[in-house]
């Protein structure tokens, strides 16, 4: 099992004088509603992205990287001027856009040392990642009335640049941040326009009246002996006493994990997130030694791209994915063969798939007034090794990483292509001292049996 332990270091990092970019032309001022996905209570957090570039010697040192990407941010927020606006909040909770021109804050930056003290490959776990990140909290708490668009270029010594950026996730999910972002580098690279022109729609996901769920939605369910305060072992650690690894699946691992499915039958197939998933989240549970008959949870998202009838337009960029939750007994999980917590996988990623199960959420939604999601014994996880954030081009090529960073409550997937040119994905993990290396041995004991 190939795994990189990720040191504590840290950057030296200075930052000019912020400041707002609003959208190159004129842009409507109107007030856009928002669809009850998007208005969840869960959502209400800045997502976090971060891109690595290589120093490009063809351009010089006079074609300036956080030039381009300003002004082709500028462009691009004509096309998506909604994301130049502000959220508003209105009776019991629910928000609009007023889309007021206002614009998006940026920051360009200079760190002291070269791209490759960050690693090679650089791939996250990132200690550091908070100073390549613009520090939103300067603007004030929340995300009512406050930019919804944060972004700051940091140049290294060696000429490359990072690109990080912060979006609120009410506005956008990863589909909609790719789509955004591409749409920001296609105007950086000279196009007239983007390829991809942006589609608001959001009330092809309003809730019914009245609102109906046909489906259970676990995220928002109590575990019975449990409270909300009952959190997973590792969001209740500080982070400075926690251990960071990346763990690399490429093709030999995957490979190793198949013959795990041999016995499923009908539930044979099964995707390279549901193989992973499963031995993480198996493992994960053994090393953190929880009591035989507590329930726990592994939570992630899927897009309902795709799923639903008729389907969304093309150009969308809301939300538009829901939550899955496979949950076990943590005594029957950790002592199952592998193929247990494979088959809990699927079947969670099933039930979310269901064709109105995206419509169940909006209602639940409503109905419920927007509740909090339950994160109690829960491992939180979410695959962006597909969405494309790493072929987002601003005129410097394809990045060395692009996804989002590890921010130590949510475990992300992503992905980059080795030496050899095979795609190898990476798990990042934080977990106590003694844990981790009960979590490494699980680990290779799938991969080696």
């Not at 079947?347 to 064709?355: G, I, L, Q």
Request: aromatic share 10%; hydrophobic share 40%; glycine share 6%.
């Amino acid at each position: 099992m190939k795994s990189i332990l990720r040191p504590n270091i840290s950057l030296n990092v200075r930052r000019s004088t912020p400041e707002v970019i609003a959208p190159s032309e004129p842009t409507p001022h109107e007030v856009k509603s928002m669809s009850d996905i998007d208005n969840q209570t869960p959502l209400k957090f800045y997502s976090p992205g971060v891109h690595f570039y290589c120093a490009d010697p063809s351009k010089g040192s006079e074609v300036n990287p956080a030039d381009v990407i300003k002004v082709a941010l500028a462009k691009a927020l004509v096309y998506y001027y909604p994301i130049a606006g502000r959220l508003r909040e209105q009776s019991q909770g629910k928000l609009v856009v007023d889309c007021t021109g206002e614009g998006a804050m940026f920051v360009e930056a200079h760190a002291d040392v070269n791209l490759e003290y960050l690693g090679d490959p650089i791939t996250p776990p990132f200690p550091f990642i908070d100073q390549l990140h613009f520090d939103s909290e300067l603007m004030g708490p929340g995300v009512v009335d406050q930019p919804l668009l944060y972004v700051q270029v940091t140049h290294f010594k060696c000429g490359g640049f990072s690109f990080a950026l912060k979006i609120c996730h009410i506005i956008a999910d990863a589909h909609g941040a790719v789509q955004f972002l591409t749409a920001i580098g296609e105007l950086a690279r000279g196009a007239d326009q983007p390829s991809v022109f942006p589609v608001w729609d959001r009330h092809l996901l309003l809730a019914r009246d009245p609102p109906a769920p046909t489906h259970i939605h676990r995220e928002f369910e109590p575990i019975e002996d449990a409270t909300q305060e009952d959190y997973d072992i590792v969001l209740k650690t500080p982070p400075a006493n926690l251990v960071y690894r990346s763990f690399l699946f490429g093709p030999e691992e995957i490979s190793a994990l198949l013959k795990y499915v041999q016995t499923l039958g009908s539930m044979s197939f099964v995707s390279r997130f549901d193989l992973i998933t499963a031995a993480v989240w198996r493992s994960r549970t053994i090393a953190l030694n929880y009591s035989p008959d507590s329930e726990i949870r592994v939570q992630f998202p899927v897009s309902s791209r795709g799923k639903m009838d008729p389907p969304l337009p093309t150009g969308f960029y809301g939300n538009a994915f829901a939550r899955a939750v496979a949950f076990s007994k943590a005594g029957i999980l950790s002592s199952s063969p592998l193929e247990y917590a494979l088959k809990l996988v699927k079947e969670a990623k099933a039930r979310a798939t269901a064709s109105d199960f995206l419509q169940s959420l909006a209602d639940l939604t409503v109905l419920r007034r927007r509740p909090e999601m339950m994160v109690a014994r829960t491992f939180l996880v979410s695959d962006v090794s597909r969405a494309g954030f790493q072929g987002v081009d601003f005129g410097w090529g394809e990045g060395m990483y692009g996804a989002k960073p590890f921010p130590w409550t949510v475990t992300f997937y992503s992905s980059f292509k080795n030496s050899v040119g095979e795609e190898v994905v990476v798990v990042p993990m934080s977990l106590p001292e003694q844990a981790m290396e009960t979590f490494k041995a699980e680990m290779e004991s799938l991969i080696q049996a």
